[in-house]
């Protein structure tokens, strides 16, 4: 069964830091990896979406690399602002099956002005 | 495009009453899911859809608890009678064929609160 693990639960830090999140995964079988981000009282917004084939995505200030062979992904977060303030999750899926989602519990990420 | 569409945003219902949520999927998406999110139990999958089909209904939690999708752009979450912990954020999410199969679209939720 797929385990997908993000640490920290919750992370601070000043505007203007550069910032890494972190995403385990247990079984490398994976299609595909994708983050989000969670606003309070809003939905899942689609940030990256890395396929197994591909190391990494970027967009914008945003860069989300993939190993899969160690399994593990970084999403970073160059020059951090106070509007990247949210929850960050990332999920996987395996090769097996395209509609079977696994989430991470996610990090909440605080950027103080 | 304007997204996954659920309705309502917020209900607030009394223990024992019907409560219908409501998703429109992002045009040609032919997967839909149903999820669940509370503090302690984070996302839960309750039922996908596929091609308008009900594929996994294992995450459901008891038969209070249905589904429906009667044609590709509309779906149905029904909970009768409803039970105070029933209450969390509902979310229907869809995805795409081809090429870009997998990657997940959510809704913004339908907030659900049974006292």
């Known amino acids: 069964k797929q385990e997908v693990t993000q640490i920290p639960a919750a992370l601070s830090v000043p505007e203007g830091e550069n910032l890494v999140l972190n995403c385990s995964f247990t079984d490398s079988a994976i299609y595909n990896l994708q983050w989000f981000r969670q606003d309070p009282g809003k939905g899942l917004t689609s940030l990256l979406l890395i396929q197994s084939s591909q190391r990494e995505q970027t967009s914008g200030r945003l860069n989300a690399s993939l190993d899969k062979s160690s399994g593990r992904s970084t999403l970073y977060i160059a020059a951090s602002q106070p509007g990247d303030s949210a929850t960050y999750l990332c999920?996987?899926?395996?090769?097996?099956?395209?509609?079977?989602?696994?989430f991470g519990s996610g990090t909440k990420l605080n950027v103080k002005p | 495009d304007a997204g996954v569409i659920q309705s309502p945003r917020h209900e607030v219902t009394e223990m024992g009453q019907e409560v219908t949520l409501r998703c429109k999927p992002i045009?040609?998406?032919?997967?839909l899911f149903w999820y669940r999110q509370t503090m302690m139990r984070g996302l839960e999958l309750l039922i996908y859809?596929?091609?308008?089909?009900?594929?996994?209904d294992s995450g459901m939690p008891e038969d209070r608890f249905s589904a429906k999708m009667p044609n590709a752009s509309f779906s149905t979450l029904k909970i009768q009678p409803s039970e105070p912990r029933d209450s969390a954020v509902y979310f229907c999410a869809s995805s795409s064929p081809g090429q870009a199969a997998g990657e997940l679209f959510f809704g913004e939720g339908s907030r659900l609160t049974v006292l």
């Open positions: 999920a996987v899926i395996l090769r097996d099956n395209f509609n079977k989602f696994y």
């Open positions: 859809f596929n091609n308008n089909v009900p594929i996994d």
């Open positions: 045009s040609g998406h032919n997967s």
